[in-house]
């Protein structure tokens, strides 16, 4: 019979297996966060920072970012299509095998040109005779057109990654550095070539604990799965059946986590929008009651929230959001939301460590939704004087 459990229970566990309840582990620091996650999504977007350095931060505190990037490019990870593009521990590198057989049955990437085996030929001996290299000593990544207007050359090489003939090993000025996969990912793992069925079994069992509990499409979208190819490894994957109170769906849960009470300190900090605690918008809301969308792309008239809103996690819950800008050593929160007055408190603790840790000495914070909540942010800023902060009166 499934173990029943509460939904503040499957909330704390989730919390715990993210690494955002109890005392981090920072003796094992990025990579700790990174082995933990199983991976970690990149994005293009840099406001506070880029995504792939908040997220260590959000369950490490300031730790360095020169320490994280070199943390992710040390030779002990690599880029992929996970849940997005994301950085994943290379020991992961044999599970994707399945991915990469389905790239080559497929044949081609949605990009098409006329002779695709010929210039992946090219590219492979360049990177043979020349080294590691960017879409830019190729030549460029596009021929002079719209974004998707790609070069031969980035057509060959991205499908080159795609089915695991080069590895991405760096980014570099936020371009890929491409290398030969026989270069870039170790012998022993490189030789590893498990079957289809194995490679989900431990993708799914990793998601599961990575989620601490979760339902079959929670499951599924960890690393862009199909329902259909959950289910049919999720009993090989040792996950064990567990009834969440309030959750249409039957759950799922990671024994080892089921041993022990989810106890501990519960961090105060800005995620991501594109933090695996939150990328999920449907989880997201099930589990914390809390409706998020990242509006960079919806017109600046239709934003609610703000371009870059980051969720405000305190007391394990999503209780507001900061849209956050910078403007030379001052951190501007453009717009603060927060769902009542008590945590407003938190709100300017999580902004004054953010801003020391990307280097300003100062935050302003503009629009404040409740507007009533304004003098108390405003009390709260004066009553700080380690962290100077500006709320100019409207």
């Known amino acids: 019979m499934a173990e029943t459990m509460s939904a503040d229970e499957a909330r704390r566990y989730a919390l715990r297996a993210q690494g955002l309840l109890g005392a981090p582990d920072r003796r094992a620091g990025v990579p700790g966060v990174l082995r933990s996650l199983g991976a970690v999504q990149l994005d293009t977007i840099s406001v506070l920072a880029r995504s792939h350095e908040l997220i260590p931060y959000a369950r490490l505190g300031p730790v360095g970012r020169a320490s994280v990037e070199s943390a992710y490019w040390d030779g002990s990870a690599f880029e ?5 593009a994301c950085v994943l ?9 399945f991915r990469r057989r389905a790239f ?14 010929g210039a992946a030929r090219r590219l492979l001996a360049r990177l043979r005779d020349e080294g ?15 974004w998707w207007d790609w070069s031969e050359s980035k057509v060959a090489v991205e499908w080159l990654l795609d089915i695991g003939e080069v590895a991405c090993v760096e980014r570099r000025g936020w371009r890929r550095v491409y290398d030969l996969a026989s270069r870039a990912v170790p012998a022993r793992l490189l030789g590893e070539e498990p079957d289809d069925e194995t490679c989900l079994t431990e993708l799914v069992r990793l998601a599961g604990r990575a989620m601490g509990v979760a339902t079959v499409k929670d499951l599924a979208d960890y690393h862009r799965l199909r329902t259909a190819q959950v289910r049919s490894v999720l009993e090989a994957t040792g996950l064990v059946p567990v009834l969440v109170e309030g959750w249409k769906d039957p759950a799922y849960a990671d024994p080892d986590a089921l041993a022990a009470e989810p106890r501990g300190r519960h961090r105060t900090t800005l995620l991501s929008p594109f933090d695996s605690l939150v990328w999920d918008r449907p989880r997201t809301e099930r589990i914390f009651g809390f409706a998020h969308r990242l509006e960079a792309y919806t017109p600046k008239k239709d934003r609610v929230h703000g371009y870059f809103a980051m969720p ?16 030379g050593g001052t951190l501007v929160a453009k717009r603060i939301s927060l769902d009542a007055p008590r945590h407003a408190e938190p709100a300017m603790r999580a902004l004054t460590e953010a801003a020391a840790w990307v280097g300003c000495d100062s935050v302003r914070v503009e629009e404040v939704v409740p507007q009533e909540y304004r003098p108390l942010l405003h009390r709260l800023s004066k009553a700080d004087e380690a962290s100077p902060v500006d709320l100019p009166h409207r």
């Open 104 to 117: 080559v049955a497929r044949g081609h990437r949605w990009h098409k040109i006329d002779d695709l085996d």
């Open 89 to 97: 521990p290379m020991e992961l590198w044999p599970l994707f095998s």
């Open 132 to 146: 590691p290299m960017t879409s830019g000593d190729f030549g460029g990544a596009k021929n002079g057109g719209p």
């Open 80 to 84: 992929y299509w996970s849940h997005a």
């Open 312 to 327: 405000l996690l305190t007391g394990g819950r999503l209780v507001g959001r900061v849209d956050p800008a910078r403007e």
